[in-house]
């Protein structure tokens, strides 16, 4: 079965302070796609970035950053130069390429609290 | 602007009563989810459609029901068997399924009480 684990419940970085959330996952799959979600006070989620198994180079997205290593199953997020704005919980997530199911599998969450 | 939009914000249902969830989306995306959380929980998937009248549960759908008569709709039934239904429901659409057809983009959430 599919499983996403995020050990880290929660997380303090100082502000301007690069930070990087931990995600592994689990999949006898091949071919699947890992992402990243913030998740603001206010509810909503947003999409951050997106890194497929068979993408060579880690992917970026502004300040974020996936550091994708595939032998070691993970895909950790790294945020660079933390704004307060950062502040948020943020959620791994996966799902596989070609298969019926086609959903978001989520870990639990790490919750980031950024220090002015 | 294109999105997704989930009605009411927030709804309280007595015990024994159903209430229904709406979510609308108007992005001509074809997968349409519904997620539960729970505080420390993370998301947990209730139902999925990949297609107009078709639906498929997820992890936790008893107690749940949904219809997919338009594309753009995906209405999410709390029943009076959902033992458990205060949580806060997450109504999300994709292109389609599998890898980065996947991204999914999220309505603004329902935060149900039962009173």
């Known amino acids: 079965a599919q499983k996403i684990t995020q050990t880290q419940p929660g997380m303090f970085v100082q502000e301007k302070e690069a930070v990087t959330l931990d995600c592994t996952y689990d999949?006898?799959?091949?071919?699947?796609?890992l992402f990243w979600y913030k998740q603001p006070s206010s509810g909503e989620m947003i999409f951050l970035i997106y890194?497929?198994?068979?993408?060579?180079q880690n992917a970026t997205e502004g300040r974020y950053s996936l550091n994708f290593q595939k032998a070691r199953k993970s895909a950790n997020l790294v945020i660079s130069a933390s704004q307060l704005g950062d502040s948020a919980m943020y959620f791994c997530?996966?799902?596989?390429?070609?298969?019926?199911?086609?959903?978001?599998?989520f870990g639990k969450g790490t919750k980031l609290s950024v220090k002015p | 602007d294109g999105g997704i939009t989930q009605s009411p914000k927030y709804l309280f249902r007595k015990e024994g009563q159903n209430v229904t969830l709406s979510c609308e989306q108007n992005?001509?995306?074809?997968?349409m989810y519904w997620y539960r959380q729970d505080p420390g929980q993370g998301l947990r998937l209730i139902y999925y459609?990949?297609?107009?009248?078709?639906?498929q549960k997820g992890d936790i759908a008893e107690g749940y029901s949904v219809s997919r008569e338009k594309k753009e709709s995906f209405p999410l039934t709390v029943t009076s068997a959902q033992k458990n239904p205060t949580a806060f429901y997450l109504c999300?659409?994709?292109?389609?399924?599998?890898?980065?057809?996947?991204?999914?983009?999220f309505g603004q959430g329902t935060r149900l009480t039962v009173v």
């Open positions: 999300a659409s994709s292109i389609g399924s599998g890898g980065r057809n996947t991204e999914a983009f």
């Open positions: 999949t006898s799959d091949q071919s699947y796609g």
């Open positions: 890194q497929g198994s068979y993408d060579e």
């Open positions: 997530a996966m799902s596989l390429y070609g298969g019926s199911q086609g959903n978001l599998i």
């Open positions: 992005l001509n995306h074809d997968a």
């Open positions: 459609s990949q297609i107009v009248n078709d639906f």
